[in-house]
């Protein structure tokens, strides 16, 4: 099965890496450096036409900027047939707006994947539209579950794991920042700061994913009665905190059904 990109940049590379027999794989970028480099790290072959992967591969993942995807199905979907699959990770495409511009004939698959993918620890839902054969959905699920995790729904829930997953980081990273910066306010060299939240970070999603441990016995063991993490709990266990979250997921999520 040979696999092919639409775009080669940061997220499709993160795809990529997944990829075990890369020598097959075919990317279509236009810039020339850019192109050059993903030769040189990976071996992959390049080129600077979208419809030379459109003729050559089974599924092709569609990775480029949501204002291009217009200008691409242009130039290929006269090319594209229902023995290829077209992965999109393209931000606010749902699966209507996709067929509309890649037309009837190719099967298509919808991807909210996250920045993680860059580190091989991302997290991607899938949803499955009409028709996709079950080798192609085998490919793509170990392919995206070789950079992390996966998880397939329905597209109606694809606003929700935007919100979520796909945001998340950024919520992650700031959360990170305030123990930080907490940390440097109690005298702690930034460096060390941000390394033991970080690393504390890390290490909890670690244990938690691997032990499936419920997450309030988790938090109500690690808070022995009159110790450090109660006092400091008594301060972040507030309905003010969660309703905060929920509040902050909700404006995600709504913002990207406007997208859609």
Known sequence: MKIGFFGAGKMAEGILTAVEDKRGVLMAEKASARAAEMRRKYGVGMTDDVKEVAKECDVIFLAVRPQDVEAVAAEVSPLLSKKQTVVSIVAGKTLAKLRKALGANVRLVRVMPNLALRAKAGMCA????????????AEVER???????TVVLEERHFDAVTALSGSGPAYFAYMEEAMAEGGVALGLKPAVARLLAEQTMYGTAKFLRESGMPLRPFIEGVCTKGGTTEAGMRKLDKPSFKKAVAATLKAAADRSRELA
């Open 126 to 137: 899938i949803a499955y539209g009409q028709g996709v054969p079950k080798a192609h959905k």
């Open 143 to 149: 392919i995206l579950g070789g950079a992390g995790a």
